[in-house]
């Protein structure tokens, strides 16, 4: 695999109770822009979504938005970003947010992080994409979801390689180097 160039990460569309959360993406955000790595993300400029957008811009890093045209109408968009990508609906938000991005974050979120975390898992299981996938587990947040997974391999749900496909680490620093090493 190559070196990431893009990055897609999914975030929350609210910046959640533990201010930990916050400054994580802050964090990451700090270190696409210093790395010259492009953020690819949902658009919004609420939320986790909107904080880790503002670190890259603000430190003079790439940012593409992809957005739905009714999230854009409910004026929910991003106003700074480098650039912005209008889509007909979600399911056109995530291919698009995957054809234009050489791996995955997930930074802690609600519903719709969970959503394009598994469908971009999913993809790479299915090996529709061999791009790599990386969690956030910011305090723990994921905690819950990791036993989740390994239960449904237990179970035998789940085959043994996904854990392998999902890199877990707690610090943003941690798991672009996590990124890297497995590409």
Known sequence: MSPIRRLCVYAGARTGADPAHREAAIRLGALLAARGITLVYGGGAVGLMGVIADAVLDRGGEVIGVIPEALMARELAHRRVTE????????????????????????????????????????SQLRIHRKRCGLLNVNGYWDHLLAQIDRAGAEGFVGEGLREILLVERDPEALLALLDASG
């Open 84 to 123: 912005m990508r209008v889509v007909g609906s979600m399911h056109e938000r995530k291919a698009c947010m995957s054809d234009l991005s050489d791996a995955f974050i997930a930074l802690p979120g609600g519903l719709g992080t969970l959503d394009e975390l598994f469908e971009a898992l999913t993809w």
